[in-house]
């Protein structure tokens, strides 16, 4: 199992914009999709972006899509989440996943790491 590590969150002003990372190590060999999730306070985790390996695939929640881009660097196994005009509504704690498909990710279950929290002020 692959190990994976979210980075760079912070509090940022509604329409502001961050970078989310998320650098795997372990067992890549066997992660061919990435992807972030997010959980507010008080609800579920909910899917929000994931890209395959190769970069052709990638998805996107519906409520993030024109604002959110998911990016990969594969000589860093790392994923990134640009995340441009934030809402109050995206504030979140985001987390990594990943698996070997994007379907997969999206509806395998899972075990959650840190995470990163990502606060957007109104």
């Known amino acids: 199992q692959a190990q994976l590590v979210e980075s760079g969150g912070g509090l940022v002003q509604a329409g502001g914009s961050l970078r989310l990372s998320c650098a795997a190590s372990g067992r890549t060999f066997s992660v061919n999709a990435m992807g972030w999730f997010r959980q507010a306070p008080g609800k579920e985790h909910e899917f929000v972006a994931a890209?395959?390996?190769?970069?052709?695939?990638?998805s996107y929640a519906d409520s993030v899509k024109g604002r959110f881009t998911i990016s990969r660097d594969n000589a860093k196994n790392t994923v990134y989440l640009q995340m441009n005009s934030l809402k109050p509504e995206d504030t979140a704690v985001y987390y990594c996943a990943a698996d070997l498909t994007i379907l997969a990710l999206k509806t395998g279950r899972r075990s959650w790491g840190q995470g990163t929290r990502v606060t957007v002020s109104s």
């Open positions: 890209i395959t390996w190769t970069g052709i695939s990638t």
